[in-house]
């Protein structure tokens, strides 16, 4: 059963960071490309980051570039999000998706999903 989950979420100050991981289960990620997505209420989700199953390629969205960064351990079959410098702009549920192989920016092109972290930045 292939299943995602997010974890690391939660309430930072602006300036904070927090690291969102993503571990997958019942497909290794090898052969997966993992997008890491974000939505805030009343917006549509959009792309953050991603990374592709080998590792060659690897996206960031103007808004995360420079303060994000995007890891994976295969050991641990885990996808991580490094975010630095939050700011109240990138409170969002984030979410990680699960495409063959290689990054996409499109939702549909991902078939498997997580359920959500909330990341709040607040002062």
């Known amino acids: 059963q292939v299943q995602l989950v997010e974890s690391g979420g939660g309430l930072v100050q602006p300036g904070g960071s927090l690291r969102l991981s993503c571990a997958a289960s019942?497909?290794?990620?090898?052969?997966?490309?993992i997008g890491w997505f974000r939505q805030a209420p009343g917006k549509e989700r959009e792309g953050v980051s991603c990374f592709s199953s080998t590792g060659s390629i690897t996206y960031y969205s103007d808004s995360a570039k420079g303060r994000f960064t995007i890891s994976r351990d295969n050991a641990k079959n885990t996808v991580y999000l490094q975010m630095n410098s939050l700011k109240p702009e990138d409170t969002a549920v984030y979410f990680c998706?699960?495409?063959?192989?290689?990054?996409?920016?499109?939702?549909?092109?991902?078939?498997?999903w997580g359920q959500g972290a909330q990341v709040t930045v607040s002062s």
């Open positions: 019942g497909f290794t990620l090898d052969y997966y490309a």
């Open positions: 998706g699960a495409r063959d192989l290689y990054c996409s920016a499109y939702l549909w092109e991902y078939p498997y």
